[in-house]
């Protein structure tokens, strides 16, 4: 069973940076893609960038420019850095463990609030 922790939320004013940590552990060769999704409040959850095994990676419109997701293989980590932050980044944080169908395992998630 893959298991994913994130980290690296927080307050951060607009205009700001952040970056989230996904540390992944345990079956990590079941593991197509790592993707990250965020939810906001009263709103679907929502993807918003994946990085492949093989280093491809797909970013949604909103955060084209504003977000880079990278890997540590090494360290079993991938990161979203997040730049330019707007308060419609505001939302719990997602990695989520993919295989050809899609996620199959969560973390917990973590809180980005974009404020002043």
């Known amino acids: 069973q893959v298991r994913l922790v994130e980290s690296g939320g927080g307050l951060v004013q607009p205009g700001g940076s952040l970056r989230l940590s996904c540390a992944v552990s345990g079956g990590i060769f079941d593991i197509d893609a790592i993707g990250w999704y965020r939810q906001a409040p009263g709103k679907q959850r929502e993807l918003v960038a994946s990085?492949?095994?093989?280093?491809?990676?797909n970013y949604a419109d909103s955060v084209k420019g504003r977000l880079t997701i990278s890997r540590d293989n090494a360290k079993n980590t991938v990161y979203m850095q997040m730049n330019s932050v707007k308060p419609e980044d505001t939302a719990v944080y997602y990695c989520s463990a993919e295989d050809a169908w899609g996620p199959f395992d969560w973390g917990q998630g973590t809180q980005v609030t974009v404020s002043s």
């Open positions: 990085a492949t095994s093989g280093g491809s990676t």
